[in-house]
């Protein structure tokens, strides 16, 4: 049924039930597993900066995010905090991350009996990053969590996954 699995992972949760799922069904019908991890910004959710500090990979600072808001008439342009992230600096430092969760999910996955696994860092808008690896890779199943580390933003804009199942062009599980 399967022959390449692409399966995003950021670390959260979700994705990381993904990644268990994604590698059972590679074990079974011993297809490929090619794990991504995109790096979008260097601003990073507070979980993914205490994966940082714990790992010793790098310190986070502290920073208050502000997103410009529109109000009132005749369109007045307010900024308001919406709330405390936490910002690691540096390509390395990301790159390094990256390197560690993908590790990580390589593991979990041998451990369940996969026997072809690649890993993938990649930069940009993880669903269009997504999108373009499933398409290059040729992967005929994209198996990716339902919510990732993304801020309140991606709940109204769309999340990853959403935009993933709707474009993809192949079979998209998508796990809670």
């Known amino acids: 049924m399967f022959s ?10 979700h994705a990381e039930r993904a990644v268990v799922i994604a590698s059972d069904l590679a074990a079974k019908y011993r297809a490929q597993m090619v794990l991504l991890h995109v790096i979008k910004d260097y601003n990073v ?3 993914l900066a205490r994966f940082a500090e714990v790992e010793g990979i790098a310190e986070a600072k ?8 529109i109000a009132g008439a005749p369109h007045v342009v307010v900024s308001r905090p ?4 936490q910002q690691i600096q540096g390509d390395a430092v990301m790159r390094k991350i990256a390197d560690n969760l993908l590790e990580a999910a390589k ?19 993880p ?4 999108l373009e ?4 890779e040729g992967a005929d199943g ?3 969590g339902s919510r990732g580390l993304s801020d309140l933003k991606g709940a109204f804009f769309g999340s990853v996954s959403h935009k993933v199942c709707h474009e993809a062009h192949c079979t998209c599980i998508t796990v809670t």
């Open 45 to 47: 959710p507070p979980a």
């Open 142 to 144: 994209i198996v990716v």
């Open 107 to 125: 593991a979990v996955a041998a451990e369940r009996g996969v026997a072809s696994i690649r890993t993938v860092t990649a930069e940009g808008d």
């Open 4 to 13: 390449k699995l692409l399966v995003p992972t950021d670390g959260s949760d």
């Open 82 to 85: 919406v709330g405390v992230r």
């Open 127 to 130: 669903a269009d990053r997504i």
């Open 133 to 136: 690896y499933a398409r290059d």
């Open 62 to 69: 502290t920073t208050q995010h502000v997103e410009p808001i």
